[in-house]
C-alpha cells in the first residue's frame, strides 16, 4: 500500500496510529511536497517536468506500494487501474501562462489522464478508469 496524506502520512502504519490517536492531519505543506526525483519513470525529463505534481506523485505512490508488496513481476501483466481524484490547481494555474504552453501539456496536466498514465509508466494491461471526486 501506498500513501500520501495530510500530516505527513506516508504509511498504513503512520495512518493508523493516526487515527487509533485521534489526530488530523492540519499541517502546513512541506516544501519538499513537489520534489520528485522521477526514478520511476520512464518519460523524458521535458514531458516529467511538466506534469502535474499530482501526477508525478501518484507514480511515486504506486511504485512504493509495488516495492513495499515485494512485486517485482507486474510488467505487462494484466493488472487494472483504478484512480480517484480531485482538483485541477496545477492546470489551471499553467494555463495563466499561455505562451509557455507545450504540445505536451495536455498529457501532463489533465486529471483524465492518470489511470492511462500509470498503466503506460508501469505496462499494466488491465482495464483502467478515473473517478472525479473519488466516487468509484
Known sequence: ??????????????????????????????????????????????????????????????????ESAGETNWWGKNIGCYVGVFGEDWLESSLKDSQNIDRFHAVGTGLFVLSNRISYEFDFRGPRSNGYLKSI
Request: hydrophobic residues 35%; charged residues 25%; aromatic residues 10%.
Open 1 to 66: 500500500m501506498g500513501m500520501r496524506l495530510p500530516g505527513g502520512v506516508h504509511s498504513p502504519d503512520t495512518f493508523w496510529d493516526m487515527m487509533i490517536q485521534k489526530k488530523d492531519g492540519l499541517c502546513e505543506v512541506p516544501k519538499s511536497r513537489y520534489n520528485i526525483d522521477g526514478f520511476y519513470s520512464t518519460s523524458k525529463p521535458h514531458l516529467r517536468n511538466g506534469m502535474d505534481p499530482q501526477q508525478r506523485m501518484l507514480l511515486e505512490v504506486i511504485w512504493e506500494c509495488l
